[in-house]
């Protein structure tokens, strides 16, 4: 049997030589909760031994966020530092790397004031455009991997105490990212070679449109005429393979901006910046989403799909098998980085 | 009796309120290792209350130091973020606090490449010139206080547990700040009327030169013609009243950079950049160190000596009461901030 630090570290190495595939004399930039501290230890040891010139690591407090939407004053939210959006940049022109570590409590923004949520967005959002744009156009290599919360993990299992819960969810994490095998890496490089095959199949069918029917769905969305499919392992403008999100089992595409007619109902819910937004339906019309529904989060789902005028359009059609290491777990994750990859799934705005 | 809860929200506070001296719609920016968490979350509560816009902090885990000597590349010590430079500059000029909080073990870089440790403090004091211009000049307000760290509290009580240990410097951090007093903040409010007593005192008598001895120590120290006395109570720009140290029991002024004679003996150690240097003497001859001895630490001091030509010149002259709250606890603190506060002291650099 393995111990939790062994399989920490084949994770922290997954992260580094797969999902970031680091170079030598390359800068780690790693976002990262405070509570993950442990995980980004271990990376930072794994990245220094593969050869990286520094970590840098920007560390963020889900607790002082929520104190600060408690108690700051309005303005305080129509502003980014500036420095900061201008270093990721510069960071970015350099060649660094970006790790980010996903696994907020779902529910961390639940009371705050959905108007100040949206308008840190939006400040967040404009100021780090120009580095968003690095990580859009895999420019450069970044990643996502999650480490739990406490209050995530007693999300995902809520009759556990704190500490068995935030061990169960490290469990379904290491099912889910293949840490389990006795060789991750390996066991990683033959799973993308498997999606690169379903990719390459797709591409060679060339469909027209995708019809989705199930209950509360039926959704036709045409996809362009020169539509690629795509599939989780990425390459950056020198060449270097990366893979942006661990776990990924998805295979996606754009879809045709006028061509998407019908309704469809999530599955799962979606954890939207600290608010969780849950059985939820979208009815499209030409291309653009004219009416929705929330059974929760109903506030958070306007406000998202009227953040600007791409945000009510599809960016993003994506296939996901029906078994998977994700899937097996059955386990409602309440995070996007996993419960995306346990079904297929849409995502609106910017493509 | 106060539970560690209460004590720990009054020394937040006390941070906040007399040392920061927060005005209202001020950033404040705290800057910490990641042991002090708890500590800064009751920071950030008392700043939001007392008015403040925001709340950014920087963190800094000392694990990932001690990694990054241990395993990065020698190149990697010349460099520092410029743009992290900018940033502290930019928050400065648009007048935002600093609290920086200190605590780490004293022996953390023990072990590490004093060419290294040098590097890295010439690179980041060069690129932080700027910032540190604003500080050095009172131009804005600033203030350092302590939290323990597992590795500070074992140097100190090295015969307890790591748990009691904290708890026990805990203890001592609380008495030499006035925690336990009834109102700290009143407290410190005489405390600081008091040392400006002190110092409008020694300002009157207008002392030609100071003469030091005792075991190990002859040394003269002349005062220049127009010398003025200060004590811990500063005031910025804006006429905003600050405490650059808490807790601070000096009262000081320069020295005649020509007129500093004789040797000079440590009673406590000096912790630079988490290298101790202890047992140390100091020989100055027409204002300069011309000699110096050191039974631990001897590399280090001699690289600070040889930082840059002010290094070897006396820029403070330090008097401190014999009876304080520090020195009643009567522990060696291995910690500049407190152990300077104990006994009268010099520091050597840029005054």
């Given at each position: 049997m393995t111990s939790f630090q062994d399989k920490l570290e084949k994770y922290a190495e997954l992260a580094v030589k797969v999902g970031i595939n680091i170079q030598p004399g390359q800068t780690l930039v790693v976002r990262t909760p405070l509570n993950a501290a442990d995980y980004v230890r271990a990376v930072a040891k794994k990245a220094y031994e593969a050869g990286a010139k520094n970590v840098h690591v920007e560390w963020s407090d889900e607790e002082l966020t929520k104190t600060k939407y408690e108690l700051a004053p309005d303005e305080a939210f129509h502003e980014f530092p500036q420095w900061v959006a201008k270093g990721y940049e510069e960071m970015a022109e350099n060649g660094a790397a970006f790790l980010s570590i996903t696994g907020s409590n779902p529910d961390l923004l639940k009371d705050a004031d959905p108007e100040r949520v949206s308008n840190a967005n939006k400040a967040s959002g404009k100021a780090m455009e120009g580095f968003r744009s690095y990580i859009m156009s895999d420019k450069i290599s970044w990643s996502i991997v999650a480490v739990p919360s406490v209050g995530w993990a007693k999300k995902v299992f809520p009759n556990e105490s704190e500490e068995h819960a935030v061990e169960k969810l490290w469990e379904a994490i290491f099912a889910a990212t293949r840490i389990n095998e006795e060789d991750p890496v390996s066991a990683w490089q033959e799973h993308l070679t498997a999606l690169d095959d379903k990719m390459k199949a797709l591409n060679d069918k060339h469909y027209h449109a995708l019809h989705y029917t199930s209950e509360g769905t039926d959704l036709v969305i045409e996809l362009p005429e020169t539509h690629l499919w795509v599939s989780g392992g990425s390459v950056n403008k020198d060449g270097v393979s990366f893979v942006a999100n661990m776990p990924t089992e998805e295979v996606f595409t754009s879809a045709k901006k006028t061509g998407v007619n019908g309704t469809v109902s999530s599955t799962k819910p979606l954890n939207y910046g600290g608010t969780l937004i849950n059985n939820f339906s979208l009815t499209f019309k030409d291309g653009k989403v004219i009416d929705f529904k929330a059974e929760e989060g109903y506030e958070t789902l306007k406000r998202l799909l009227d953040t600007d005028e791409g945000a009510r359009y599809i960016g993003e059609v994506a296939l996901v098998p029906h078994q998977s290491p994700i899937s097996d777990t059955?386990?409602?994750?309440?995070n996007t980085l996993f419960d995306e990859n346990a079904s297929n799934h849409l995502a609106i705005g910017s493509a």
């Open positions: 059955n386990i409602l994750f309440y």
